[in-house]
């Protein structure tokens, strides 16, 4: 749906209600509309019956189809059956619930900021068989990764990371936060610079990675970074960097690039090209 509000209506009506945790994945034009994450999230919770539900902004979703514009988009037949669906662009609103995990939400930022004492607890029940977690663009998510490493070594860890929500021109270069913690009986958490999840003591997580990206331009080395932000490429400015490959694509892949850029490992032996 277009509307956030009826986005909540549509996956209401196909999940049910009654759920112990979840997690809520925003498209960025619900929360644009919505003026933030906090109005969908906490509505979305109260609507749901959900004990717990961990929010976060993206720039697209996958699932089942529901609601009859999803459902035709995805090639089905309304009312008759839910076919998964990709939504890259669109307005979507997507959920993974869970009646009964064992679920306990969690924020933890860099410089151990957040739920420091209840991790440690939980830590030395040794209950928790796995962790479910978002980050937000700008964490520093392999310290708090090696930092939930050492506190529960034998627990899964899966999870990926929000879209930024850029606030005013891209000059500008402010942010409003990304990743969220609805919870029955208290306000919406809003987090940023750190890691929100769920710890599941009932719940074993198996994993599969699938980056869903294609390769464009050069491989490029990167030659500057501050903290998990790339801000040099092949010895320049990453913006410049970027714009000159740009420069040199097809017009339907610059558009592609524009919207959902990722920078990732090179294929093994590919050397390394110009800009």
């Known amino acids: 749906a277009d509307q956030w509000e009826a986005a909540i209506d549509e996956v209401v009506a196909a999940t049910g209600t009654g759920y112990e945790a979840g997690f809520a994945f925003i498209g960025e034009l619900h929360v644009t509309m919505a003026q933030g994450l906090v109005p969908v999230l906490e509505k979305l919770r109260e609507r749901l019956g959900v004990r717990t539900l961990v929010g976060c902004a993206c720039g697209g979703g996958i699932g089942q189809a529901a609601g009859q514009r999803a459902v035709e988009y995805a090639g089905g037949v ?10 890259e662009q669109d307005p979507v609103l997507s959920v993974g ?5 064992g679920a306990t939400p969690f924020f933890l930022g860099g410089g151990l900021e957040g739920d420091v004492q209840l991790l440690n607890k939980k830590a030395d029940e040794k209950s928790v068989r796995s962790i479910l977690l978002i980050s937000d663009p700008f964490a520093p998510t392999e310290d ?11 627990a899964v860890k899966a999870g990926g990371i929000s879209a930024p929500l850029q606030v005013g021109s891209a000059e500008r270069g402010a942010f409003m936060p990304s990743i969220a913690i609805a919870a029955e009986g208290t306000n919406v958490r809003l987090c940023n610079q750190g890691v929100v999840g769920l710890l599941l003591e009932k719940v074993d997580v198996h994993t599969i990675v699938c980056q869903g990206c294609c390769g464009v331009g050069p491989a490029v080395r990167v030659s500057s970074v501050s903290g998990p932000v790339c801000s040099g490429i092949g010895g320049q400015p990453a913006r410049e960097a970027l714009r000159l490959i740009a420069s040199n694509l097809d017009p339907a892949t610059r558009e592609k690039m524009a919207q959902g850029l990722t920078i990732g490992l090179g294929a093994m032996g590919e050397p390394e090209g110009s800009i």
């Open 144 to 154: 708090i990764l090696r930092t939930l490493d050492e506190s529960f070594p034998s």
């Open 97 to 101: 619930l869970l009646r009964d995990a």
């Open 78 to 87: 309304s009312g008759q059956d839910w076919p998964p669906i990709e939504v």
